[in-house]
């Protein structure tokens, strides 16, 4: 079965940082073929993507509320993706998860449903 592993994670404090990775262990996967995305979700509330790096030009793709604070970034030599996040806020305290799908329907790049795999899930806390 191919999977999606994570690392990253915990609590940081308002303003601070944190850096998320994903990397799948499956040989039938390799993340530089597929889109990935990075999805939240707090209690409460519905899954949002929060950003995207596509499979063909590396065009990268921000919800509005993560824009200039969050970074998406391949490592295609550790066959990894990175979601670099900085200035947290408390509003970005969720259960954060990485995607992966080879095909996205209507080029929406942050649609749950567009993906195939998930990552076992991170918490973030935002915190003071």
């Known amino acids: 079965q191919l999977k999606l592993v994570q690392s990253g994670g915990g609590q940081v404090q308002p303003g601070g940082s944190l850096r998320l990775s994903c990397t799948s262990p499956s040989p039938g996967l390799t993340l530089y073929l597929n889109n990935i995305a990075w999805f939240r979700q707090a209690p409460g509330k519905e899954r949002e993507g929060v950003s995207a790096?596509?499979?063909?030009?590396?065009?990268?793709y921000y919800a509005d509320s993560v824009k200039d604070r969050f970074t998406i970034s391949r490592d295609n030599a550790k066959n990894t993706v990175h979601l670099q996040m900085n200035n947290l806020k408390p509003e970005d305290t969720a259960e954060y998860y990485c995607?992966?799908?080879?095909?996205?329907?209507?080029?929406?790049?942050?649609?749950?449903?567009?993906?195939?795999?998930w990552g076992q899930g991170a918490q973030v806390t935002v915190s003071s």
């Open positions: 995607a992966a799908a080879h095909v996205i329907s209507s080029q929406a790049y942050l649609r749950p449903d567009n993906y195939d795999y």
């Open positions: 790096i596509d499979n063909n030009d590396d065009d990268t």
